[in-house]
């Protein structure tokens, strides 16, 4: 499943786990009782934040399962891999590997498809 996780959106949960951290550091100066706040609402934020590539590759692992069934009903699927477009069927010599459709040396993910 760990496959279906995108470099950039680790980079941009990175780059908002810094920002708000930053944020919370030019705040430190407020009240007392504001600060204790902000710590609690900053704990859970900070617990939720690595959480987002792990739901961002459950909803492609599910949308992969889910190509893969469609294409195993024999279904013709519409694949996208850069600006190029693909039809991906099984009448066509397109195969299943693990989670993505190989023909001939092309290999496609199959998250990349829909029908």
């Known amino acids: 499943m760990f496959e279906f996780i995108d ?3 680790i980079a941009a949960t990175i780059l908002l786990l810094i920002s708000y951290i930053l944020l919370l550091a030019s705040n430190s100066t407020d009240k007392k009782q504001k600060g204790f706040r902000i710590l ?3 704990k859970i934020f900070l617990m939720l934040i690595p959480m987002i590539p792990v739901v ?5 692992h599910s949308d992969a399962k889910e190509n893969i069934k469609q294409f195993n009903e024999g279904k013709a699927l519409e694949c996208h891999i850069g600006e190029n477009t693909y039809l ?3 009448s066509t010599g ?3 590997t693990k989670y993505s459709f190989l023909k001939d040396s092309l290999l496609i993910r199959s998250d990349k498809c829909k029908e």
Not at 56 to 60: E, G
């Open 56 to 60: 961002s590759a459950i909803y492609q």
């Open 40 to 42: 609690n609402i900053s």
């Open 7 to 9: 470099t950039r959106i």
């Open 88 to 90: 991906v069927t099984s």
């Open 94 to 96: 397109w195969e299943v």
